[in-house]
């Protein structure tokens, strides 16, 4: 009965470093979002996967960010040459989206988030 | 896709008050949803509201729809320490693509 996970829970990277963050979707579930948190501030859609495809990836802010969703269900968020701008709390969201209707109709069951501070 | 925006963006009541939310949006939904997020957690889905609903109940959580408003209210009553958490709403639609957009959020704040 596990939730969404995501690993690690905290990040630190020198800036310049690649970083790979992991999460882990409720079994089954076939959409999986990628947000991005500042303090203060509401989560800003990254990208979101169907399965193994990503259908948007229209919120990553820069081609330093790749997502990918392989066997449709681990994903990870990779950022190549972090930046301080970079720092936030990274969540990942699953649902169970099907029968062809867009995804935020359904609920979304988030993972606990990645803290990445870059110096 | 679309973005809900949360007013206030602060709220400070006493233990065993109600707090009340409003989120308000822009063009046409077939549900709405209320997050919540404690300090230091992930968002936890609250409740999901469809466009031919005016109102849901779960628990101490009210949540009205008025879609020729285009607005939603969550209500909390008897509100508890526990409560204190930051509110988000997330409008959805079938069409118009696959991102959900947050506001920023109420962030509510009950005294004990």
């Known amino acids: 009965g596990a939730g969404v996970s995501q690993s690690p829970r905290y990040k630190v990277a020198k800036r310049g470093q690649d970083v790979a963050l992991r999460c882990d979707p409720i079994?089954?579930?076939?959409?999986l979002f990628w947000y991005q948190q500042a303090l203060g501030q509401g989560p800003e859609f990254l990208t979101y996967f169907q399965n193994e495809a990503q259908l948007d990836k229209s919120g990553l802010p820069s081609d330093r960010f790749f997502a990918e969703r392989p066997e449709g269900s681990v994903s990870t968020l990779k950022i190549q040459r972090t930046q301080q701008e970079d720092s936030a709390v990274y969540l990942c969201?699953?649902?169970?989206?099907?029968?062809?209707?867009?995804?935020?109709?359904?609920?979304?069951?988030f993972g606990p988030g990645t803290r990445l501070t870059v110096t | 896709s679309q973005q809900g925006e949360e007013d206030p963006q602060a709220l400070s009541i006493q233990e065993g008050e109600n707090a009340t939310m409003n989120c308000s949006y822009k063009t046409s939904i077939n549900n709405l949803q209320w997050y919540r997020q404690n300090s230091g957690r992930g968002l936890v889905h609250l409740i999901l509201i469809r466009s031919n609903e005016r109102e849901k109940h779960s628990g101490r959580l009210r949540v009205t729809l008025d879609t020729s408003k285009k607005s939603s209210s969550l209500l909390i009553t008897a509100s508890r320490a526990a409560d204190t958490a930051s509110y988000f709403c997330a409008p959805g639609t079938n069409t118009g693509g696959f991102k959900t957009i947050f506001g920023a959020g109420t962030r509510l704040f009950v005294k004990a």
């Open positions: 079994s089954g579930h076939v959409s």
């Open positions: 969201a699953s649902s169970s989206g099907t029968s062809g209707r867009a995804p935020p109709s359904y609920e979304q069951y």
